[in-house]
């Protein structure tokens, strides 16, 4: 049936961000709904291939192209994406840049026809909701993460019990439905905000964030009921509207479109990997890769690529410097690490096309930092995880991998790691943690088995929410059949 729903939809332009509202657009889109992204050029150009042949196939998706304040904002010409950010330091001029968007959406906004019925915008936007209420349409945010987060935060903003214990004691996550132990150390930037000057400036703006988003008519999840049940009830409790549409990466079908997700230019890479990845062993092959934003210390990408050297597994380690690239490099060149593992170990530098490379046959663990897109997408290729988060809401996600899902085998980190370079020093997980963990995760074992059963498991829970008439198909037509009574209840009462 087609709908008369137009949504407006404003990403964070964030990978970790962007790509999933990307590939949400397309399923609503395949649910009849118009939908109209908002992006900058640079990004129309980077993620736009997979957008442009959905609308070839037919679907109702709009690219409406903003410019991009950077140099105004003290950003490089070009820099309009958080993962193009030369330092990590400038964050705060990234985010008031993106700001300024509001003038020129609300210019061309009586020119989207049909009016949009409503907006989903990431919640790091707090002016899209000015501009949702000055043109009088619901104000729906996205949130990039799973109702365990979502619940675990709520409660721990409702007790505060993290006020009240040192750093590293472990203390029981208030409320939730299974006994879940943290520590301090180990939680998110709302409730553990670090002690540099960026730190505090960043707080102020995560406290802004945090009080617009309960104000919000409802939340869209990338998440599936199969997956969190329990943590989803809970969290409708506390907020009533909550679609679940996940897992958002299954939108990718083809092999072309799971190759340019995220970036256009990643095909070479996919052909060069997938021929690799064709000739080992199936369930073999360990992909390492710590996200988009993930600048490991030279030291402790040493230990990484040595600790995955050591474990005998063949392996794809993603290398992302950023701004310790060289000094990466010339440790590479130095120890001779390529040559000694060719053959059984691939480094791909730079982009990866991570969903393909999940769904190759050969895959046999995933290691990741615990980004919540990396985790739901390691949950749809249905290979057990090894877990080492870094940063933001990553240990949550870690938990719900090793105790509620049961796919998961952790290296030990301890603490959260400063996303500013110039924070973190030295390292915290040593080569044989990774290797052991590895060893862990590979073993042909009762423990070993029983976690590749639960994967193939969600996979399959996975697959099917999207299936027609799978839980979060339900949830997209439900979405849209709510937005469409609260059209027409606002046109009676304006009659
Ligand atoms: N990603 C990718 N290739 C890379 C790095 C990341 O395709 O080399 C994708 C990954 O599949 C995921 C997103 O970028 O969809 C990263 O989001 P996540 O929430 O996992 O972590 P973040 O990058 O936000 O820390």
Same mark, same amino acid.
């Given at each position: 049936?087609?709908?008369?729903?137009?949504?407006?939809?404003?990403?964070?332009?964030?990978?970790g961000?962007?790509?999933?509202?990307v590939?949400?657009?397309?399923?609503?889109?395949?649910?009849?709904?118009?939908?109209?992204?908002?992006?900058?050029?640079?990004?129309?150009?980077?993620?736009?291939?997979?957008?442009?042949?959905?609308?070839?196939?037919?679907? %109702?998706?709009?690219? #409406?192209?903003?410019? =991009?304040?950077?140099?105004?904002?003290? !950003?490089? /010409?070009?820099? @309009?994406? &958080?993962?193009?950010? %030369?330092?990590?330091? #400038?964050?705060?001029? =990234?985010?008031?840049?993106?700001?300024? !968007?509001? /003038?020129?959406? @609300?210019? &061309?906004?009586?020119?989207?026809?049909?009016?949009?019925?409503?907006?989903?915008?990431?919640?790091?936007?707090?002016?899209? /909701?000015?501009?949702?209420?000055?043109?009088?349409?619901?104000?729906?945010?996205?949130?990039?993460?799973?109702?365990?987060?979502?619940?675990?935060?709520?409660?721990?903003?409702?007790?505060?019990?993290?006020?009240?214990?040192?750093?590293?004691?472990p203390?029981?996550?208030?409320?939730?439905?299974?006994?879940?132990?943290?520590?301090?150390?180990?939680?998110?930037?709302?409730?553990?905000?670090?002690?540099?000057?960026?730190?505090?400036?960043?707080?102020?703006?995560?406290?802004?964030?945090?009080?617009?988003?309960?104000?919000?008519?409802?939340?869209?999840?990338?998440?599936?009921?199969?997956?969190?049940?329990?943590?989803?009830?809970e969290?409708r409790k506390?907020?009533?509207?909550?679609?679940?549409?996940?897992?958002?990466?299954?939108?990718?079908?083809n092999?072309?479109?799971?190759?340019?997700?995220?970036?256009?230019?990643?095909?070479?890479?996919?052909?060069?990997?997938?021929?690799?990845?064709?000739?080992?062993?199936?369930?073999?092959?360990?992909?390492?890769?710590?996200?988009?934003?993930?600048?490991?210390t030279?030291?402790?990408?040493?230990?990484?690529?040595?600790g995955?050297?050591?474990?005998?597994?063949?392996?794809?380690l993603?290398?992302?410097?950023?701004?310790?690239?060289e000094?990466?490099?010339?440790?590479?060149?130095?120890?001779?690490?390529?040559?000694?593992?060719?053959?059984?170990?691939?480094?791909?530098?730079?982009?990866?096309?991570?969903?393909?490379?999940?769904?190759?046959?050969?895959?046999?663990?995933?290691?990741?930092?615990?980004?919540?897109?990396?985790?739901?997408?390691?949950?749809?290729?249905?290979?057990?995880?090894?877990?080492?988060?870094?940063?933001?809401?990553?240990?949550?996600?870690?938990?719900?991998?090793?105790?509620?899902?049961g796919?998961?085998?952790?290296?030990?980190?301890?603490?959260?790691?400063?996303?500013?370079?110039?924070?973190?020093?030295?390292?915290?997980?040593?080569?044989?943690?990774?290797?052991?963990?590895v060893?862990?995760?590979?073993?042909?074992?009762?423990?070993?088995?029983?976690?590749?059963?639960?994967?193939?498991?969600?996979?399959?829970?996975?697959?099917?929410?999207?299936?027609?008439?799978?839980?979060?198909?339900?949830?997209?037509?439900?979405?849209?059949?709510?937005?469409m009574?609260?059209?027409?209840?606002?046109?009676?009462?304006?009659?």
């Amino acid at each position: 049936m087609a709908s008369n729903v137009h949504v407006l939809m404003i990403p964070l332009m964030c990978p970790g961000h962007l790509i999933p509202m990307v590939d949400m657009a397309k399923l609503m889109a395949q649910q009849s709904a118009t939908v109209t992204v908002v992006i900058t050029p640079r990004n129309a150009a980077r993620f736009g291939a997979v957008l442009h042949r959905a609308v070839a196939s037919g679907h %109702p998706i709009r690219i #409406l192209q903003l410019q =991009f304040p950077a140099s105004e904002y003290g !950003l490089p /010409e070009g820099c @309009e994406n &958080v993962d193009d950010l %030369p330092s990590f330091k #400038l964050t705060k001029n =990234f985010f008031d840049a993106t700001a300024k !968007l509001q /003038e020129p959406l @609300e210019k &061309v906004f009586n020119d989207l026809k049909p009016k949009p019925s409503c907006m989903i915008s990431d919640k790091h936007l707090t002016w899209t /909701e000015d501009v949702a209420r000055k043109f009088e349409i619901p104000w729906v945010i996205f949130d990039g993460m799973s109702c365990f987060t979502q619940l675990a935060t709520h409660n721990l903003c409702v007790s505060k019990v993290h006020e009240r214990v040192g750093d590293f004691d472990p203390f029981l996550l208030p409320g939730l439905p299974d006994n879940i132990t943290m520590t301090k150390s180990q939680l998110p930037g709302l409730f553990n905000p670090g002690k540099s000057a960026e730190a505090k400036v960043i707080k102020t703006v995560r406290e802004k964030i945090r009080a617009a988003e309960t104000g919000a008519y409802g939340v869209v999840i990338n998440s599936f009921e199969e997956l969190e049940r329990r943590y989803i009830d809970e969290y409708r409790k506390v907020k009533q509207k909550v679609w679940c549409i996940g897992p958002f990466s299954q939108s990718n079908k083809n092999d072309l479109d799971k190759a340019q997700r995220g970036s256009n230019d990643s095909i070479i890479t996919s052909h060069e990997c997938i021929t690799w990845l064709d000739s080992q062993e199936p369930g073999s092959v360990v992909y390492a890769c710590l996200g988009s934003l993930t600048r490991l210390t030279p030291p402790q990408f040493i230990e990484l690529a040595l600790g995955l050297e050591e474990s005998e597994s063949p392996f794809i380690l993603v290398v992302k410097g950023g701004s310790r690239t060289e000094e990466i490099e010339k440790w590479l060149v130095e120890d001779g690490f390529e040559m000694r593992v060719k053959g059984r170990g691939v480094l791909i530098r730079g982009w990866a096309p991570q969903v393909l490379i999940l769904s190759h046959p050969s895959l046999g663990a995933f290691l990741t930092h615990c980004g919540w897109n990396s985790t739901i997408e390691g949950i749809c290729a249905g290979v057990p995880m090894i877990t080492w988060p870094q940063f933001a809401e990553q240990f949550f996600n870690e938990r719900l991998v090793l105790e509620v899902v049961g796919t998961g085998v952790g290296v030990g980190a301890e603490s959260v790691m400063p996303l500013v370079e110039e924070d973190a020093a030295g390292m915290q997980v040593k080569r044989e943690d990774v290797c052991k963990a590895v060893k862990m995760v590979m073993d042909e074992g009762i423990e070993g088995e029983e976690r590749r059963k639960k994967a193939k498991y969600f996979r399959e829970m996975a697959e099917k929410a999207l299936e027609e008439e799978g839980s979060s198909q339900v949830n997209i037509k439900l979405f849209i059949e709510d937005i469409m009574l609260h059209i027409n209840k606002d046109m009676a009462d304006k009659l």
